[in-house]
């Protein structure tokens, strides 16, 4: 009989490999990524962490697919970014990425509901029994069923974002971006958004990837990239508020 091979397969959601990228030439040249290596595995809430200007940004476009990396190889879901085209990243962002930004970014003209169904338009699939089981399940998880006929205008900040999110997840992509999604929130709506993605991880089975300075917002996530100078200071699994506080002082003394 032939054994299965008993290697453990650990799924990567993304990874980036010796990533570099260089904005501008000669004096003026900045880099903003000197190295970059990472795996951030499947089914976890990662934040990177890091003060203004350490690179942050820039590693979650590159990772999304948003900016092409100077050297380096990002693959996502499996798939070698570099090995695509325009049309077909384009393609692979809308299928298999979701984004979250801070400003919420939806469309002021559609309903929450019509917002949250657009990205399944877009990849031209009809909203039959599956998307609307996904719909209902993504809606009811993050508690806006009672909003979905309201126009943007009529919501709260935090429940635009509770509706950003359910678009994000809609499609079931592979990982979702969510770039500072608490940045223009009160502290009570960033703790809602917070808690929501949590849960999107917890009970989708959801990848989050999260960019953002706020170490309150970083304590929500499982693990934590820390950057500094666009390089990857440290990988935290699990550390809980006190070793990321810990971490954070370290940086300082
Ligand atoms: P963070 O997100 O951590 O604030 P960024 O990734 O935005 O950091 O920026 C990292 C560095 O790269 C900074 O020095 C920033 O000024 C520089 N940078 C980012 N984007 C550009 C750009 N489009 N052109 C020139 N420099 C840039």
């Given amino acids: 009989m032939i054994e299965k091979p008993s290697a453990p397969t650990v799924q990567y959601a993304a990874t980036a490999r010796d990533l570099t990228k260089a904005f501008g030439r000669g004096d003026n040249q900045v880099h903003a990524l ?12 990662t934040a990177i962490m890091g003060p203004s200007g ?5 590693l979650m476009h590159c ?8 050297s380096g190889e ?15 990243l384009t393609r692979f962002r809308r ?24 990205p399944l338009e877009l990849a031209g699939r009809r909203v039959g029994r599956a998307e609307q089981e996904r719909f209902d399940e ?38 979702v971006f969510a770039d500072e999604p608490t940045g223009n929130l009160d502290s009570t709506a960033s703790t809602e958004v917070l ?28 693990d934590v990239v820390v950057i500094a100078d666009g390089r990857v200071r440290n990988h935290l699994v699990d550390p809980g508020r006190e070793a990321l506080v810990a971490e954070l002082a370290g940086r300082a003394a």
């Fill in 34 to 45: 000197r190295g970059v290596n990472l795996h951030l595995p499947a089914g976890r809430f």
């Fill in 95 to 118: 299928e298999r990425i979701g984004f979250v930004f801070q400003s919420f970014n939806l469309l002021p003209m559609l309903t929450a509901a019509q917002n949250i169904r657009l």
């Fill in 74 to 88: 990002v693959t996502v879901d499996g798939v070698r970014l570099v090995d695509m085209d325009d049309t077909a």
């Fill in 138 to 175: 993504v809606t009811s998880v993050l508690g806006i069923t009672d909003r979905l006929d309201h126009l943007p205008s009529e919501l709260s900040g935090g429940q635009q974002q509770r509706v950003a999110i359910a678009r994000a997840l809609v499609t079931r992509p592979a990982i």
């Fill in 195 to 222: 808690d929501f993605l949590r849960t999107s991880v917890r009970e989708l089975g959801q990848t989050v990837v999260m960019v953002t300075h706020e170490l309150d917002a970083a304590a929500y996530a499982d």
């Fill in 54 to 58: 350490s690179g942050k940004s820039t």
């Fill in 63 to 70: 990772l999304a697919g948003l900016d092409q990396a100077t």
